[in-house]
């Protein structure tokens, strides 16, 4: 893990072995005090999330939500559900459902209330992380975080996002390489960044 401040801002970079050692300590706690028998992650990061907390539960049965929040001028957020459950009904069933983050809380709010629909016999909630400033406190998580997270699993999109707000008002180069401090991997950098070429003075020729 590592946290960096760029740009004024905090970010919390983790990689793959960081995910996996935070999913074992999830698991743990899961296991202390409850069996789920399901597992709904919410696509997209808490989909990844759930199927590694399958692997170490020992469970077979993974299921995904999918979800987008879109905000128009002057408007609250509205959740929308674009993949839902493939399930008629969750009778007797002991649910967990899985997202990586629990950042206002609504996407969480929202499945739960989902699920609930489907009359499951218990609903318990899990994620890596929550932020201090969340509206839901998951039945189960690892860390609470001020700071942006950046999941390996979504490193381009956050390339693509730190772009688009650093680039008009630092340029590509100084972008570039305040980048470079939150991603190693300058070839993602280089890929997202618009079409002129970026020496990285820490390149040999």
């Not at 069996?35 to 997209?44: F, Q, V």
């Amino acid at each position: 893990m590592d946290l960096r401040v760029v740009d004024g801002r905090r970010y919390l970079t983790l990689n793959w072995s960081d995910i996996e050692m935070l999913v074992h300590k999830l698991a743990e706690q899961i296991s202390s005090i409850y069996e789920p028998n399901m597992l709904i992650g919410i696509l997209r990061g808490g989909a990844i999330v759930a199927s590694m907390l399958s692997d170490v539960l020992d469970m077979r049965e993974v299921y995904t939500i999918g979800c987008r929040s879109y905000t128009g001028v002057g408007e609250r957020e509205t959740i929308v559900i674009y993949q839902p459950l493939s399930l008629n009904s969750l009778l007797d069933r002991d649910v967990l459902v899985v997202d990586d983050v629990a950042d206002t809380g609504d996407t969480m709010k929202h499945i739960v209330q989902y699920v609930k629909g489907f009359e499951p016999k218990k609903v318990r909630t899990a994620t890596l992380h929550i932020k201090p400033h969340t509206s839901f406190i998951p039945d189960f998580y690892v860390e609470n975080v001020n700071a942006w997270i950046v999941y390996p699993w979504s490193i381009n999109e956050f390339v693509r996002n730190m772009i688009s707000d650093m680039v008009p008002r630092l340029g590509i180069s100084k972008t570039f390489e305040e980048l470079k401090k939150l991603v190693p991997n300058t070839d993602i950098i280089r890929k997202n960044l618009p079409n002129e070429k970026i020496k990285d003075r820490n390149d040999r020729t």
